[in-house]
């Protein structure tokens, strides 16, 4: 094979343990090698350690954790097992699933064994209404993390906030908050353990392998290639490949990348290339954490979600499904539907002059509204009949779907798509009605904003053990090879459970990878 050399000759560096990339997952693993001695380097592809878990609100489930104790929340490993069994089913294997949920309130407790590591329950409702939900929620989120006296070369390398990111401004000042509080929080641990080294702009290009194990890697840094040795073994938590179009075409059929909420830099899939050329079997390739997002001037889309008010539209003028669904929910409806998944057939969210200019739901909020309009993705008009001229929908049937959704919202049911009947529904909803989710459209001036079918990352990616080992296709491990987070094919399937099982479980595996290269040589 390509990759496989002759490891007398010389390497740049070596190291017990290496990361590729720094995310939550990433660094749960990173932290956990080097507090249990081993030498651990951690390397970033971008100039940010974080990739897009510093975008995220950081909810992180994870059902029977002291957290959730000290709030006095009653869950444990065997209540999120019935649920998260409901939910995924068979979809994926019993003892991958086991691994996470019984992982779950080890890695907490292992984390917080760090004085720079502590989470917190908040509410935030589970995805679906199956045996073992919580309706309030299980999550447990970091706590923020105080801005230090003086600048920490590390805290100040955490990459900005999405918002901030997308409309080219500066990090705030003050506290890290939701994903940038627990990158900053994992990343002072990991220093603290004297065990731990950082490089960015270091881009894994391929493994280096030696009968059949991972023995090293090659990366491209300041221009040159570093090869790498590792001792123990190789953790890939680099993201998927959202942005990557060639392989979002291949495996997937979209017509591009441009939609992701993926942090720019990274997410192009090299890790799980450079792990198929080592032998790993994949699985889930075609499958993302889908939601609807908001699409921006310059082609690309912000995550959308929490509507409070205003309808979702196809092509047709009707609506499609229950605008409150949890993101990932109604970006498969999206699916289903072919609304929204090309730039010829959006989806149009529907709202009227009650709310002004502002946008009602939780979304990037755009910096100019009048880019957005000039680029046709943001129409006003003072009747339906205006709207629907301009968006290029039949008038009379706009007036029909926002006639009959103004009678649900007079009597407080939605008898189409039941909008407004499930706590998650209810969660965000800021309406005065019988049904505060349902505010009815009828107040001039109505405006359109374009939305299309986005996503927070591809979750297809290589298979893996319950130890986080990176398997072949006959089943078999690669000896020092593991990954975690959406490097791997997801422990969820083609489900999204909760809030928060995407870094979650990424952080678990991380967890029980760092835990299981750290038992080799002791007989365990």
């Given at each position: 094979?390509?990759?496989?050399?002759?490891?007398?000759?010389?390497?740049?560096?070596?190291?017990?343990?290496?990361?590729?990339?720094?995310?939550?997952?990433?660094?749960?693993?990173?932290?956990?090698?080097?507090?249990?001695?081993?030498?651990?380097?951690?390397?970033?592809?971008?100039?940010?350690?974080?990739?897009?878990?510093?975008?995220?609100?950081?909810?992180?489930?994870l059902p029977g954790n002291q957290a959730q104790e000290r709030a006095g929340l009653a869950d444990s490993a065997d209540l999120g097992r019935a649920y998260f069994r409901a939910v995924v089913g068979e979809a994926?294997?019993?003892?991958?699933?086991?691994?996470?949920?019984?992982?779950?309130?080890?890695?907490?407790?292992?984390?917080?064994?760090?004085?720079?590591?502590?989470?917190?329950?908040?509410?935030?409702?589970?995805?679906?209404?199956?045996?073992?939900?919580?309706?309030?929620?299980?999550?447990?989120?970091?706590?923020?993390?105080?801005?230090?006296?003086?600048?920490?070369?590390?805290?100040?390398?955490?990459?900005?906030?999405?918002?901030?990111?997308?409309?080219?401004?500066?990090?705030?000042?003050?506290?890290?908050?939701?994903?940038?509080?627990?990158?900053?929080?994992?990343?002072?641990?990991?220093?603290?353990?004297?065990?731990?080294?950082?490089?960015?702009?270091?881009?894994?290009?391929?493994?280096?392998?030696?009968?059949?194990?991972?023995?090293?890697?090659?990366?491209?840094?300041?221009?040159?290639?570093?090869?790498?040795?590792?001792?123990?073994?190789?953790?890939?938590?680099?993201?998927?490949?959202?942005?990557?179009?060639?392989?979002?075409?291949?495996?997937?059929?979209?017509?591009?990348?441009?939609?992701?909420?993926?942090?720019?830099?990274?997410?192009?899939?090299?890790?799980?290339?450079?792990?198929?050329?080592?032998?790993?079997?994949?699985?889930?390739?075609?499958?993302?954490?889908?939601?609807?997002?908001?699409?921006?001037?310059?082609?690309?889309?912000?995550?959308?979600?929490?509507?409070?008010?205003?309808?979702?539209?196809?092509?047709?003028?009707?609506?499609?499904?229950?605008?409150?669904?949890?993101?990932?929910?109604?970006?498969?409806?999206?699916?289903?539907?072919?609304?929204?998944?090309?730039?010829?057939?959006?989806?149009?969210?529907?709202?009227?002059?009650?709310?002004?200019?502002?946008?009602?739901?939780?979304?990037?909020?755009?910096?100019?509204?009048?880019?957005?309009?000039?680029?046709?993705?943001?129409?006003?008009?003072?009747?339906?009949?205006?709207?629907?001229?301009?968006?290029?929908?039949?008038?009379?049937?706009?007036?029909?779907?926002?006639?009959?959704?103004?009678?649900?919202?007079?009597?407080?049911?939605?008898?189409?798509?039941?909008?407004?009947?499930?706590?998650?529904?209810?969660?965000?909803?800021?309406?005065?009605?019988?049904?505060?989710?349902?505010?009815?459209?009828?107040?001039?001036?109505?405006?359109?904003?374009?939305?299309?079918?986005?996503?927070?990352?591809?979750?297809?990616?290589?298979?893996?053990?319950?130890?986080?080992?990176?398997?072949?296709?006959?089943?078999?491990?690669?000896?020092?090879?593991?990954?975690?987070?959406?490097?791997?094919?997801?422990?969820?399937?083609?489900?999204?459970?909760?809030?928060?099982?995407?870094?979650?479980?990424?952080?678990?595996?991380?967890?029980?990878?760092?835990?299981?290269?750290?038992?080799?040589?002791?007989?365990?």
């Amino acid at each position: 094979m390509a990759n496989t050399v002759n490891t007398q000759n010389s390497w740049d560096q070596e190291c017990d343990v290496l990361v590729v990339g720094s995310g939550g997952g990433a660094l749960t693993g990173a932290y956990g090698a080097a507090a249990r001695g081993l030498d651990t380097l951690v390397i970033e592809k971008t100039g940010y350690f974080g990739g897009t878990t510093a975008y995220a609100g950081a909810c992180l489930w994870l059902p029977g954790n002291q957290a959730q104790e000290r709030a006095g929340l009653a869950d444990s490993a065997d209540l999120g097992r019935a649920y998260f069994r409901a939910v995924v089913g068979e979809a994926t294997d019993h003892d991958l699933q086991d691994a996470y949920l019984d992982g779950a309130g080890e890695t907490v407790a292992f984390l917080e064994d760090s004085r720079h590591v502590k989470f917190e329950h908040r509410p935030f409702p589970d995805y679906y209404a199956t045996p073992g939900r919580f309706d309030a929620g299980r999550g447990v989120f970091p706590v923020d993390l105080p801005a230090p006296e003086e600048q920490h070369p590390l805290l100040t390398a955490v990459r900005p906030p999405a918002w901030a990111e997308r409309l080219g401004l500066p990090a705030p000042d003050g506290p890290l908050t939701d994903g940038r509080a627990l990158i900053g929080r994992l990343l002072l641990a990991y220093e603290s353990t004297g065990n731990g080294r950082t490089l960015l702009h270091t881009a894994l290009t391929r493994l280096v392998t030696e009968d059949g194990r991972v023995v090293g890697a090659e990366a491209e840094h300041d221009g040159r290639t570093l090869r790498i040795g590792v001792r123990r073994g190789v953790l890939l938590a680099a993201g998927g490949f959202e942005a990557n179009a060639e392989l979002r075409r291949e495996w997937q059929g979209l017509s591009g990348a441009d939609w992701t909420m993926g942090a720019p830099g990274g997410n192009t899939g090299q890790a799980l290339l450079a792990a198929v050329e080592a032998g790993a079997g994949t699985g889930l390739l075609d499958e993302s954490w889908w939601c609807p997002s908001l699409r921006f001037p310059d082609g690309s889309a912000a995550f959308t979600l929490g509507l409070h008010g205003g309808i979702f539209v196809d092509g047709c003028g009707r609506r499609f499904a229950n605008e409150s669904l949890p993101y990932d929910r109604m970006g498969r409806q999206m699916l289903a539907a072919e609304a929204g998944t090309t730039a010829d057939n959006p989806v149009w969210w529907v709202f009227d002059g009650r709310f002004g200019d502002e946008l009602p739901g939780i979304t990037v909020v755009p910096a100019d509204r009048k880019a957005f309009t000039e680029a046709g993705l943001w129409h006003t008009a003072d009747t339906l009949d205006g709207l629907a001229a301009r968006i290029g929908v039949d008038a009379g049937a706009l007036r029909d779907t926002v006639r009959t959704f103004n009678g649900y919202a007079a009597d407080g049911v939605d008898a189409d798509f039941h909008r407004g009947e499930d706590p998650y529904d209810l969660f965000f909803a800021q309406g005065k009605g019988p049904n505060t989710c349902l505010v009815p459209v009828e107040e001039g001036p109505y405006h359109a904003v374009q939305i299309v079918l986005g996503d927070l990352g591809t979750k297809g990616g290589v298979r893996t053990d319950t130890r986080a080992r990176v398997l072949r296709e006959d089943g078999t491990p690669i000896p020092g090879l593991y990954a975690a987070g959406n490097t791997a094919a997801s422990v969820s399937g083609p489900h999204y459970p909760g809030p928060g099982v995407p870094i979650g479980s990424a952080m678990v595996f991380g967890h029980l990878a760092a835990a299981d290269m750290a038992a080799q040589g002791t007989g365990r």
